[in-house]
């Protein structure tokens, strides 16, 4: 019987990725796959199995059904013929994989995902059916790859009893002993505290064995805390488990289910291991009466994997890794209100809370709190973005917008109005003090909303050289741990204007509002007007200059515009002449940016290479690649990564101050360490990945090799001085360098 045309149309679909035919196994990033069937047919009506074998290289890992703190499972989709039923996944109990401060839960070297599939009655005999699956994961290490392919397996239809198919008896002979089952006669019961949920499980009388240690693994989301250790104790009647409670679990679960994993045996030694668990509540569990080996040693084989990240450990009653990571980026967003990437926008922002001061304080909070949701609003939304793009298997970090000439182009055009309303060419509603100013004729609302915007866009570059662990970290997590860390980082840039506006005393310490304010105010103009000088060199980088060109007649045309919106839009001007001129701007501005964005080509990442690779006098940089960086080391030589970005001004003054320094450029010269950029100004995915093998996903990074394929990199800090270059090549000479 042939495949339907729904099953062919559903392969076809998912065949944009790597996909086998016939049982071929498919190799993709860090591991192989194969879709295997037990039999090597299949007979009307008689279920048979199927199951997805997952092996992958060693130090990475996939997920299981609940993947604990970070990770997603592995889904497969089937493509079956009619009337054939696919029955749930039916997993393997799981390794529980440390990462420093975090635990997750799922597998590593070969294991096989079982699929019971039912064909229909009325299967017609002597022919074939064709078995399609497309399956998606991610895999980690130090760094998580999303994968998928697509499968498909011709299977003969006979009336004759289906034979094992003996390539696969032994795996799925595995498989089956590490499967979960209900083990007549164990009578487990469950309890919840604020701070602990505890399991009792009490044996048959049968029983022969002793349990010496025992992990339970949820079927609840964020039930437990999964990195703190399981205590197992000894009571009167059988064995209590305590655990510590999630913070992030604040209702009790209708039941507790998952898997309790026992070295030991739940029949006796040499048994099952694996106990599937759906416990019942109990008032009180027995107490314990004497404790059972080491907190937290289940004797399952845990696993424990080294991780990139440079967040602390911690541990007892110390606040959780999620709580730091919000405090450091509650810190990291106050320090970024110094950077120079926000001062020219919030330092105008000040201003607004000055032309605020003698006005009624609950109006100043209003302003400060709407700033606060537009700097909020920003970050979680480039956040959101992120995140999603990754999860769809871009390869995209933190700043990734500026990587994109479309968008550089519109944030050219709005700074650079914005420098020109600053100039008094014309005005947004009545007034725009600070980009704070009205955006229409009444609270002005709307002017602050967007300060808080256009302050987080320009920020989001200069966020590396405090954030970029941080935020590495944070796109490892899950997308709602991921976004209460970057909505901590924006609370904290608008932190300080926040408290500001909420704190009127404070208001009595600022400048009092006098002619000063527009000289500050046209001043503030001109850096405007840098900025967008800036944001044309980073688009020269990324196309060409004919485009830059074309931008800049368009920054004249939108002048034009501006130019009219003012001299003939005002409220001074009658009605008529007000609506023409501002239709006449919108016009000239909409058409003529609609113009220019259709001409924006894709970014040619050769030509970028070259221009970018000048900025050194002294040093000819090579451009980065995974296999040129292997090969210098290889041949035993030293090596300097710069991961850098046209539009990261942290890396242009690192450029300037340290890496240009004659001094420095002497050293790499003498010592013959060979100097390698990664220009990340556009989207390059190669980078990306080679960033999140650090733990990163933001520019700068510099990375020393000291020469030899098995040596340790070293990490150099975000903000280089020449001494700091010259101190890390240092162990050059000596040929020794360690990880900070």
């Known amino acids: 019987m042939r495949t339907s045309l729904l099953t062919l149309a559903v392969l076809f679909a998912f065949g944009a990725g790597a996909w086998s035919v016939h049982g071929q196994a498919v190799r993709t990033d860090y591991m192989e796959t194969e879709l295997v069937v037990e039999t090597t047919s299949v007979k009307p009506r008689q279920p048979f199995w199927a199951g997805l074998r997952m092996k992958m290289d060693e130090h990475w890992h996939t997920y299981w059904r609940n993947p ?8 497969i989709h089937w493509a079956l013929p009619d009337g054939f039923k696919a029955g749930e996944i039916n997993w393997p109990y799981p390794q529980k994989i440390e990462l420093d401060i975090l635990a997750s839960y799922g597998y590593e070297g070969e294991t096989l995902l079982l699929v019971e599939i039912t064909p229909p009655a009325d299967l017609e005999t002597g022919g074939t059916v064709d078995v399609g699956a497309f399956a998606s994961w991610l895999v980690c290490a130090e760094i998580c790859l999303p994968g998928e392919s697509g499968y498909q397996v011709t299977l003969p239809v006979s009336t004759e009893v289906p034979q094992a198919d003996e390539r696969w008896t032994d795996l799925f002979a595995r498989t089956r002993e590490q499967l979960p089952v209900p083990v007549p006669g164990w009578h487990v019961e469950a309890a919840i505290s604020d701070s602990t949920v505890a399991l009792h499980a009490a044996p048959p009388e049968w029983f022969p064995g002793n349990l010496t240690g025992a992990e339970f693994y949820p079927y609840n989301a964020d039930l437990i805390d999964y990195i703190s250790p399981q205590k197992l104790e000894k009571t009167e009647t059988g064995y209590l488990l305590t655990m510590r409670r999630s913070g ?102 000040v201003l607004g809370f000055i032309h605020q001061a003698g006005d009624d304080p609950a109006k100043a909070r209003r302003h400060g709190l709407v700033f606060t949701a537009g700097v909020l609003v920003s970050f979680l939304a480039l956040a959101a973005v992120l995140i999603a793009l990754r999860a769809g298997g871009e390869q995209l970090g933190w700043g990734f917008q500026l990587q994109s000439p479309v968008f550089i182009v519109i944030l050219s055009v709005i700074i650079f109005m914005f420098g020109l309303s600053l100039f008094g060419v014309f005005e947004i509603g009545t007034s725009l003090v600070g980009l704070g100013g009205r955006m229409d004729s009444g609270s002005g609302l709307g002017g602050s909303f967007l300060s808080g915007v256009l302050a987080t866009v320009v920020a989001t570059p200069c966020t590396a050289p405090f954030m970029g662990v941080a935020l590495g970290y944070a796109l490892t997590q899950s997308a709602a741990q991921s976004l209460a860390i970057f909505g901590f980082l924006g609370l904290g840039m ?58 800049m007649v368009l920054l004249v045309l939108v002048a034009l515009g501006s130019w009219i919106l003012g ?139 000291t020469g030899g394929p098995d040596s340790v990199p070293e990490i150099l800090p975000e903000l280089l001085t020449p001494g700091l270059v010259l101190d890390a090549l240092k162990k050059v000479e000596s040929g020794s360098a360690a990880s900070r």
């Open 68 to 75: 604990a703190d970070s990770g997603l499972p592995t889904k």
């Open 494 to 551: 608008a932190l300080p204007y926040l408290t500001l506006s909420s704190v009127p005393a404070l208001l009595r310490y600022v400048p009092k509002p006098g002619a000063w304010m527009e000289s500050f105010k046209q001043f503030m103009g001109f850096l405007m007007m840098a900025t967008v000088v800036w944001l044309l060199w980073v688009l020269n980088l990324q196309t060409d200059p004919n485009l830059v060109a074309l931008v």
């Open 248 to 349: 992030f679990y604040t209702s009790r679960p209708e039941q507790i289910a998952g898997v309790l994993v026992s070295a030991d045996g739940w029949r006796g030694p040499g048994s099952e291991r694996a106990l599937a668990v759906s416990a019942v509540y109990a008032d009180v569990l027995p107490a314990a009466v004497a404790a059972i080996g080491s907190p937290g040693s289940p004797g399952s084989g845990n696993v424990s994997a080294v991780s990139g990240l440079a967040a602390t450990a911690i541990s007892g009653d110390l606040v959780s890794g999620l709580w730091q990571a919000l405090l450091f980026a509650l810190i990291g967003g106050l320090i970024l209100n110094l950077m120079p990437c926000v001062l020219p926008v919030l330092s105008i922002k």
């Open 567 to 705: 001299r003939w839009g005002g409220i001074a001007a009658g009605s008529r002449s007000r609506i023409a001129a501002r239709a006449a701007a919108a016009v000239i501005i909409i058409a003529s940016m609609v113009t220019v964005l259709s001409q924006v080509p894709a970014p040619a990442k050769a030509e970028r290479t070259a221009a970018a690779t000048t900025y050194s006098a002294g040093l000819e940089w090579e451009p980065f690649s995974r296999q040129l960086v292997q090969d210098l080391r290889t041949s035993g030589k030293s090596v300097f990564v710069d991961f850098t970005a046209a539009w990261c001004l942290s890396c242009q003054v690192n450029k300037r101050v340290a890496l240009s320094d004659s001094r420095v450029v002497e050293q790499f010269e003498t010592l013959g360490v060979v100097p390698v950029q990664a220009d990340w100004t556009s989207r390059d995915p190669e980078i990306t990945r080679a960033l999140a093998e650090f733990g990163r996903n933001s520019v700068p990074l510099y990375v020393l090799y």
